[in-house]
């Protein structure tokens, strides 16, 4: 019975023998032909695609396409950057030393790269130059003061951002940076703002002043912050500029704070006395003990 059921179950058909047999009579080798031109086509692109990626990979590795430090090209670099900024523009952390300039997606990841160097606040652009340079434009962030903490000196920008390179000493030759005081917490890493008021207060400061150039034309060495907030003594000033000829300038409160009564020309005000010690003749600054610009009227104290 069993051998009677095998034997009345037809076998279904396969996909070939049921192409077959929808194909008109007379027309097999047609269709054969076509199918065959079909798989030739399909051949051919292959092949080609693979021998298109086999030349693709030979050319990349030519040493005419390749791209290392020495075939960087910076759009103005100013003049403020030493030989040891340069040196650490030239390494695109995230990259191998030589890679090639047709590699897809190249100015994308150098952009990315270069956004993650610490000196570095802005990718304008990153240009293909054939064969093996890049042209990159980078705006830079740029130290306006020396923070002193613990004995070693770390190079901020006018927000707050540390930059790489602490040094034992203040790096007054390379930089001619004014020093900021009173930094309680510790610095955070490279590229990232350091979360203290004093050294946000006192960078504020200092970049007023690297903007208006009266940090050099008033011998400003250092902006003190230690006394922000009163937190050492209340009434007196939060912010107090030293200068080389031993006179104080009592800067006052932050410039990032806003208290009720300071108004909107605080700080405008603030700036134009210093113009006033800058132009006044008959004003020696050695011979002053402090200048308080912090009230309505510059007021001037002689050295007893």
Not at 131 to 160: H, S
Not at 161 to 169: E, G, H, K, T, Y
Request: glycine share 8%; proline share 6%; charged share 25%.
């Amino acid at each position: 019975m069993a051998k009677r059921r095998a034997a009345g179950v037809r076998r279904r058909p396969s996909l070939w023998e049921r192409l077959r047999a929808r194909v008109p009579e007379g027309t097999e080798d047609v269709v054969a032909r076509l199918i065959l031109r079909l798989l030739l086509v399909a051949f051919i692109v292959v092949a080609g695609y693979l021998l298109i990626q086999e030349m693709k990979g030979y050319v990349m590795g030519l040493e005419r396409f390749q791209v290392s430090p020495a075939t960087l090209s910076f759009t103005t670099t100013p003049s403020w950057v030493t030989p040891e900024i340069e040196q650490q523009l030239s390494h695109i952390p995230g990259l191998p030393e030589r890679f090639s300039i047709l590699e897809p997606g190249l100015a994308k990841r150098v952009a990315q790269s270069y956004q993650r160097n610490a000196w570095v606040a802005e990718v304008t652009l990153v240009e293909r130059r054939f064969p093996n340079r890049l042209k990159v434009a980078l705006v830079l962030r740029r130290p306006v003061a020396a923070v002193r903490y613990r004995g070693e000196y770390y190079l901020v920008d006018g927000q707050g951002v540390r930059l790489p390179m602490p040094f034992r000493s203040c790096p007054q030759p390379d930089f001619k940076l004014r020093i900021v005081t009173g930094a309680r917490n510790q610095p955070p890493k490279s590229g990232a703002a350091w979360e203290d008021e004093a050294v946000q207060a006192g960078c504020a400061v200092a970049k007023l002043l690297q903007d208006y150039g009266f940090d050099r034309r008033l011998g400003v060495t250092a902006v003190d912050a230690t006394n922000l907030g009163g937190r050492l003594r209340r009434g007196e000033p939060d912010v107090v500029l030293h200068t080389a000829s031993r006179t104080r300038i009592l800067w006052g409160r932050s410039p990032l704070a806003w208290h009720p009564g300071d108004g909107s020309q605080t700080v405008a005000r603030k700036l134009l006395y210093l113009k006033r010690l800058v132009e006044y003749r008959d004003i020696d600054l050695a011979g002053l003990d402090y200048a308080d610009i912090r009230f309505d009227r510059l007021m001037l104290k002689d050295r007893s």
